[in-house]
Nanobody, 121 residues
Framework: QVQLVESGGGMAQPGGSLRLSCVAS????????MGWYRQAPGKERELVAT???????NYADSVKGRFIISREYGKNTAHLQMNSLQPEDTAIYYC???????????????WGQGTQVTVSS
């Protein structure tokens, strides 16, 4: 069974920083893509940032220059460093990953349970 577990959410003031982490655990052969999505109240879930196993990154325009996604490949872990936070960054942040489980023929997509990020003065 594969699980994605997020940590690091919480509250920050405008202009502040938070760091999210996501660990993929279980019987895993490999992790291809890892990424973060977010969903604000009353809005659809949207892409924040992704990072491929070869290191290629992709960011939403709204977070470019403020957020940095990174990976620890040997630990199946991804981090999202969020700087210059704004109230509009308030949302539940979900980790997402394309994982090759042990015994599987192809990769499968998994979601974490989500972690709340609130930016408010």
């Amino acid at each position: 069974q594969v699980q994605l577990v997020e940590s690091g959410g919480g509250m920050a003031q405008p202009g502040g920083s938070l760091r999210l982490s996501c660990v993929a655990s279980g019987n895993i052969v490999g992790v291809i893509n890892m990424g973060w999505y977010r969903q604000a109240p009353g809005k659809e879930r949207e892409l924040v940032a992704t990072i491929h196993t070869v290191g290629t990154t992709n960011y939403a325009d709204s977070v470019k220059g403020r957020f940095i996604i990174s990976r620890e490949y040997g630990k199946n872990t991804a981090h999202l460093q969020m700087n210059s936070l704004q109230p509009e960054d308030t949302a539940i942040y979900y980790c997402n990953a394309d994982v090759i489980p042990s015994g599987a023929i192809k990769q499968k997509n998994f979601w974490g349970q989500g972690t709340q990020v609130t930016v408010s003065s």
